[in-house]
């Protein structure tokens, strides 16, 4: 702890954090929010395609974006390391801030091996499906970056604040997953029942 304290009392971290330049917190704060939307814009855009999201698109040529998310991935990591040495004692202290860089640390893995899979494996040039798999990996990015940028953003206010926002995401998710499981039980329903109703009439 002693060495993040020297860095939290720096002159630079005292500047970023004190100054009303521009070029101190604003600048940090601003790159931070930038490389964020980058990463998780590409991949997103990615995995919504792969999900059937304007699938006249075809797959491979979109894997010169990629690059672009981690162009986004570097600016976010230089502006958020000067973002927490600010306060590394209050980051280190919020149970969110490691299930924000668990999330991240997910979401970027399993993009990986997205990536993999539709740009390095069996994809069509064209506007083909994605190869199997594919669907699970993208849900999953798309998840974990729901659930970084969330923990990330109630980083901000009281830790009553953060246990709220936690069980409302937890009742949210329950919802959500028995109404799919109801309208999947119910379109299942409906295909089964269709073959009777034709051989009726």
Not at 43 to 63: D, F, H, N, T
Not at 176 to 191: M, V
Request: glycine share 12%; net charge positive; hydrophobic share 55%.
């Amino acid at each position: 702890m002693g060495f993040l304290e020297s860095l939290q009392n720096s002159g630079f971290a005292t500047w970023v954090r004190e100054s009303p330049s521009l070029l101190a917190y604003q600048l940090y704060i601003t790159l931070h929010t930038i490389g964020l939307g980058m990463i998780v814009g590409v991949s997103v855009g990615v995995c919504l395609r792969v999900l059937g999201v304007a699938s006249a698109l075809p797959l491979a040529p979109m894997e010169k974006y990629l690059r672009f998310m981690w162009l986004g991935f570097w600016i976010s990591l230089f502006s958020g390391l000067v973002l927490f040495i600010l306060e590394p004692g209050k980051f280190l202290t919020i149970p969110v801030f490691y299930i924000k860089l668990a999330s991240i640390v997910v979401a970027l893995v399993m993009m990986s091996k997205l990536s993999g899979v539709i740009f390095r494996g069996r994809t069509a040039a064209g506007a083909g499906d994605a190869p199997a798999g594919a669907k699970g990996l993208a849900v999953a990015v798309i998840l974990s970056w729901f659930v970084g940028i969330l923990a990330g953003r109630v980083t901000a206010y009281s830790p009553l604040i953060q246990i709220e926002t936690t069980f409302a995401v937890l009742i949210l998710a329950v919802v959500l997953t028995i109404g799919r499981a109801i309208f999947i039980r119910g379109g299942s329903g409906e295909r089964a029942g269709a073959p009777a109703r034709r051989s009726h009439a």
